[in-house]
């Protein structure tokens, strides 16, 4: 689809959310406030804060790529209706760009203040901190937006999260508060445990090849080196050539990296060819883009980040 396209399907989702918000109310009806996140993860931080508290919307269902993922006039209808929408901020969600034009509630970027990865290649880049991303989303820019990998980013987000809730329903603020600290205390146990279990990994054998590059943040808390990508860069919608495919399966070889992981959100066809060919263990359901569908235990953050360290560390025994 052309930008001109995206430029006008946008104009049509904002106006159609127009005249569905002068069609009546959908609000709760029981004293919450609604609210809106563009994808799980934060989504999955929202929740934890919020309890009860609030009516919450995700737009980007578990198990769905946001990468690919286009605004539905519903999701629209959501946005004009919510007092609060969070997103991430960093390019994952830019498909939300179109239904804040006109938008009269509260837009929070929970990522505000992250030191954030340059992710150019499949490679790991420069970080920058705090005002450079603020508020933008455009086209090409290179920031890593896979910022749940590491729980201490959580962690900062969840303190953005509580503020901006407790802004907008104060009088629910001493719970929110509450309910934040204590999901900060799990992601601090959940980063010890993973971290435990990546320590189980021999040295030598921390190696491993992406899909994509999706999972840098977590690579770099843990003490695990990326070698390479399948798919070049930060997004899904880019095919890798013959040679770029011949250069990771020799650095597959060169390296003695043992597995690739792919995510469970992403067509794993291209990976599992190279695992093939490079005659390595290929591992197809690692959460990386979004969390895990309810009762897989990676529903939340903090399951989503010892599924995988679990899966890792058996892989790369």
């Not at 009269?104 to 450079?132: I, M, P």
């Not at 840098?216 to 080196?225: A, N």
Request: aromatic share 4%; glycine share 10%; hydrophobic share 40%.
């Amino acid at each position: 689809m052309s930008r001109l396209h995206h430029v006008l399907l946008g104009y049509v989702i904002v106006a159609a959310s127009l005249v569905l918000a002068a069609c009546g109310s959908d609000e709760p009806g029981d004293g919450r406030i609604r609210v809106v996140a563009t994808i799980a993860p934060v989504g999955a931080i929202v929740e934890a804060v919020a309890g009860n508290s609030v009516h919450l919307d995700v737009l980007v269902k578990s198990g769905i790529d946001p990468h690919e993922y286009e605004l539905k006039t519903a999701d629209a209808r959501r946005i004009t209706r919510s007092a609060v929408v969070f997103r991430n901020g960093l390019g994952i969600d830019q498909f939300l760009d179109s239904a804040l034009s006109n938008y009269r509630g509260t837009s929070v970027t929970v990522t505000d203040g992250l030191a954030v990865r340059d992710a150019t290649n499949g490679h790991e880049g420069e970080k920058h901190k705090g005002e450079k991303h603020k508020g933008e989303e455009h086209e090409g820019e290179e920031h890593d937006p896979h910022v749940w990998h590491n729980p201490m980013n959580v962690i900062a987000m969840t303190d953005v999260v509580v503020k901006a809730l407790s802004a907008a329903a104060p009088q629910h603020a001493t719970a929110f508060e509450a309910n934040g600290r204590a999901y900060q205390d799990r992601l601090r146990g959940v980063d010890a445990e993973v971290q435990a279990i990546i320590n189980t990994i021999p040295a030598g054998q921390r190696k491993m090849v992406t899909n994509h590059d999706a999972i840098g943040y977590f690579t770099e808390r843990y003490g695990l080196t990326v070698v390479g990508t399948v798919i070049p860069g930060k997004t899904t919608g880019v095919e890798p050539s013959a040679s770029k495919i011949a250069e990771l399966v020799q650095a597959i070889r060169r390296e003695g990296v043992r597995a690739i992981f792919a995510e469970s959100s992403v067509d794993p066809k291209v990976a599992r060819s190279v695992a093939a060919e490079a005659n390595v263990k290929i591992v197809d359901d690692l959460y990386a883009d979004s969390l895990g569908s309810p009762g897989s235990g990676a529903e939340t953050i903090e399951g989503m980040l010892l599924a995988n360290a679990r899966k890792i560390a058996d892989a790369l025994r």
